[in-house]
């Protein structure tokens, strides 16, 4: 199998001509729909959580038009976490190596990847972004149907439709930073991390570097499997 072939039509963990598939299609397409539904979101929400970034709702149609289509963004961005999660749960778990990993996080701060102990196909970093991501989609999602249908509360429950303002507007902020470090970790901080979500594969070299115990597992090496 060509390396473009591995690419389009292998499985996770293909290795071949010296680079190993570490995404699939189907994960890179979802991964990149979600990321562009968030930025829609993120973007159309600092439009209403503010006076003076209204502005950003002309950007996409107007005021009328975001609020028609935000929740329906919503929707679509917890359809693909749900995606994530079934695809990518098992590899998300917070491991022992993780948490060595996260005690020795200076070094990855430091940019001094061979400092930092092995870990599996995603290190904790990613993995905690991935449960922010993860458990804020649900809170967003029950709150934002509480704000959707908000005439449709009773007076006598009112306090609720001020906790699903409190909670959608606290946990979308929680995501906004989490999304940010999350950009700036991958395309800043990260040499080759882009690019592996964009063409799903990456160098051997860069699999032994930076996610060794995936790779020696992916690669066959029995000791991975203990």
Do not use: C
């Not at 005690?103 to 061979?114: G, M, Q, S, W």
């Not at 395309?187 to 032994?208: D, L, N, P, Q």
Request: charged letters at 15%; hydrophobic letters at 50%; aromatic letters at 18%.
């Amino acid at each position: 199998m060509s390396g473009g072939d591995a690419i389009l039509h292998g499985k996770v963990g293909t290795v071949s001509g010296g680079r190993v598939l570490r995404y699939s299609l189907m994960e890179r397409i979802n991964h990149w729909f979600g990321a562009i539904v968030y930025s829609y979101l993120l973007l159309t929400g600092l439009a209403f959580w503010s006076p003076y970034l209204y502005w950003l709702a002309t950007v996409f149609g107007g005021g009328p038009s975001a609020r028609f289509w935000h929740p329906w963004a919503g929707l679509a961005f917890f359809g693909s976490m749900i995606w994530m999660f079934r695809d990518w749960h098992e590899d998300m778990r917070i491991t022992a190596a993780d948490l060595k990993w996260k005690d020795a996080v200076i070094y990855y701060i430091r940019n001094e990847d061979e400092k930092l102990p092995p870990v599996g196909r995603f290190n904790w970093g990613q993995k905690l972004f991935f449960w922010v991501m993860f458990w804020g989609a649900i809170a967003l999602l029950i709150s934002g149907i509480g704000l959707w249908f908000v005439n449709d509360i009773p007076w006598s429950l009112r306090f609720l439709r001020f906790w699903a303002v409190w909670i959608h507007a606290g946990i979308a902020l929680i995501t906004i930073g989490a999304f940010i470090i999350h950009v700036y970790m991958g395309t800043a901080m990260v040499r080759g991390g882009f690019t592996s979500i964009v063409r799903g594969e990456v160098s051997v070299a860069w699999a032994k570097e930076e996610h060794r115990l995936w790779y020696e597992k992916v690669a066959g090496n029995p000791a991975a499997r203990k």
